[in-house]
């Protein structure tokens, strides 16, 4: 009998059919929602290449407004969008998006892939201007400071120098674009930049990267730190900073690797997250606990029976 219920207690745990709340609900196929978060000096339509095709593969896309006013409320608005969103969630972040979805992701479990763009990934603790004072790049020599003012809060903004932007984050796009770019871009709060990050969703939740070599934005060097740090699936390309505006390809397929891993398939987390060692022990532990629990209730069921006959 304690065989049988510890048996019976495995296969129930292992079964990909559950009942909550009264309800049967089995392993779900459905593709996920690939949410794309843009960063600063850029809008959502820097996605425009790489939304077309997700949608060509039949893919529900969202690339929100990043409100670029700070870490702090700009994750929050972002988590506020996933909250929006039914089934699972691939999130995906470029340069400044990347600290953004690393906060937005956190407690959230129908993220299932986070996706770095030449991207920001702060650890707790760190900022934008910590991570890039540790691997400098010539974003310093491109950036211009305006203050501003906007319903009785007032800060400074940080722009693109127009003849700075193009060698600097659109090397490989055509100079007329970059031009367009110069005149179209948002500008980022320096609270943007200068806020730390108090979680890392990166620690919980399986993660891609793309390393854009040529990027004079944030130090490449720096991309592949961030990277190896997460335990992140890595792939390098020739590119400047804009990588899913001048390779939008490239982007596209490590989305679709993102949206399609299985578990054998995905990332190891980060050393310093919950690693998939940790929760197996903890199942394992779970189960051997149950057996012994019904070991021991059928060796007292055993007694009863025994003083019972006549």
């Known amino acids: 009998m304690a065989a049988g219920c510890a048996v019976a207690m495995c296969t129930a745990l292992a079964a990909p059919v559950a009942a909550v709340g009264g309800t049967t609900t089995t392993t779900s196929t459905t593709k996920p929602t690939i949410v794309l978060v843009h960063g600063a000096f850029a809008d959502a339509s820097s996605w425009n290449g790489v939304v077309e095709r997700l949608q060509r593969r039949g893919y529900t896309v969202i690339a929100p407004a990043n409100p670029l006013r700070g870490l702090y409320s700009d994750s929050t608005y972002i988590a506020s969008v996933l909250d929006s969103i039914k089934g699972p969630i691939v999130l995906a972040g470029h340069s400044y998006g990347g600290a953004v979805i690393s906060t937005a992701a956190a407690a959230n479990p129908r993220v299932k892939s986070l996706v770095y763009v030449s991207a920001l990934m702060p650890d707790v603790g760190e900022s934008g201007m910590s991570l890039g004072a540790k691997f400098p790049s010539e974003l310093g020599t491109a950036t211009k400071s305006v203050p501003y003012r906007a319903g009785g809060v007032s800060g400074t903004d940080l722009y693109l120098k127009p003849d700075r932007l193009h060698p600097v984050f ?87 690797q993102a949206a399609t891993a299985t578990d054998s398939t995905r990332p190891a987390l980060a050393a310093t997250g919950t690693t998939r060692g940790a929760q197996a022990e903890t199942a394992l532990t779970g189960i051997a606990a149950g057996s012994l629990i019904a070991g021991a209730g059928a060796v007292l069921l055993g007694r009863r029976l025994r003083r019972s006959r006549p």
């Open 170 to 256: 659109a090397a490989d796009l055509p100079e007329s674009t970059a031009r367009v770019m110069a005149v179209t871009q948002r500008p980022a709060a320096t609270t943007a930049f200068s806020e730390t990050a108090k979680v890392a969703a990166w620690k919980h939740i399986p993660s891609w990267f793309l390393v854009a070599k040529q990027d004079k934005t944030i130090n490449p060097d720096q991309e592949r730190f961030e990277a190896k740090r997460a335990g992140s699936h890595t792939v390098e390309i020739d590119s400047s900073h804009v990588a899913m505006v001048s390779h939008p390809d490239a982007v596209t397929a490590l989305l679709l």
